[in-house]
């Protein structure tokens, strides 16, 4: 079964680095997304992507959150500077429409800032 | 903002019964309703959704039933397996977006 692929599995990065995330979604999806969840905290939806721009995002995706389809087959999210808050578990996701349609998740990237 | 709102952290439920995980909405905008169900270390993968358009959706062992005038779902898993034990998280969108507003999630624990 097709299904979304996140790396690396586990990102350790210094407070005020850059950090790049990588999704591959199910190849013939055209809507992508990013979620995280702080740990003991709920999913919480950050962006979603279509005909590469970025169709909705929440309060969360700010100025140094960007997303980007390099190619054809990967999504990522870069965070430009990292702060301590943003240790979190972030989940890709794709869906083939973008509404009443599930999304399909990856099993997420663990990122810890020190 | 608690949009949605699974207000049991945890459930246990004995092999072979039903299991009964529930879920609250408070917007009116939401009219598509899913269940994930998400195992340690992995992410949530899909189980099983309904419109509002309809009041239940079944899929071999899970239902979900939809109560729009209570803004209220659950999810039915008959009879309950020990490979059903994991979190399951309720989740709902509107016609006008495209964030899915998870709730926290429900533990269930299935026992032989």
């Known amino acids: 079964e097709p299904e979304v692929t996140q790396t690396p599995s586990h990102q350790v990065t210094q407070m005020g680095q850059e950090v790049i995330l990588r999704c591959v979604p199910i190849?013939?999806?055209?809507?992508f997304y990013w979620y995280r969840q702080i740990l003991g905290q709920k999913v919480e939806f950050l962006v979603s992507?279509?005909?590469?721009?970025?169709?909705?995002k929440s309060e969360i995706f700010d100025d140094q959150f960007s997303v980007e389809r390099p190619d054809g087959s990967n999504f990522t999210l870069k965070i430009r500077s990292t702060k301590l808050e943003d240790s979190a578990m972030y989940f890709c996701?794709?869906?083939?429409?973008?509404?009443?349609?599930?999304?399909?998740f990856g099993d997420g990237t663990r990122l810890s800032i020190l | 903002d608690q949009q949605v709102k699974q207000n049991s952290p945890s459930l246990s439920v004995q092999e072979g019964r039903i299991s009964i995980l529930n879920c609250d909405y408070t917007n009116s905008m939401f009219d598509y309703f899913l269940w994930y169900k998400k195992y340690p270390a992995e992410g949530p993968t899909f189980l099983i959704s309904i419109s509002s358009i309809k009041d239940k959706n079944e899929d071999g062992r899970f239902t979900v039933f939809l109560n729009k005038s209570a803004k209220h779902l659950s999810l039915h898993i008959v009879p309950s397996q020990p490979g059903d034990s994991a979190v399951y998280f309720c989740?709902?969108?509107?016609?006008?977006?495209?964030?899915?507003?998870f709730g926290k999630g429900t533990s269930l624990l299935v026992t032989p």
């Open positions: 190849s013939n999806h055209l809507y």
């Open positions: 996701a794709s869906s083939d429409t973008g509404w009443n349609q599930p999304q399909h």
């Open positions: 989740a709902a969108n509107t016609n006008s977006g495209y964030a899915l507003n």
């Open positions: 992507f279509y005909n590469n721009e970025i169709s909705e």
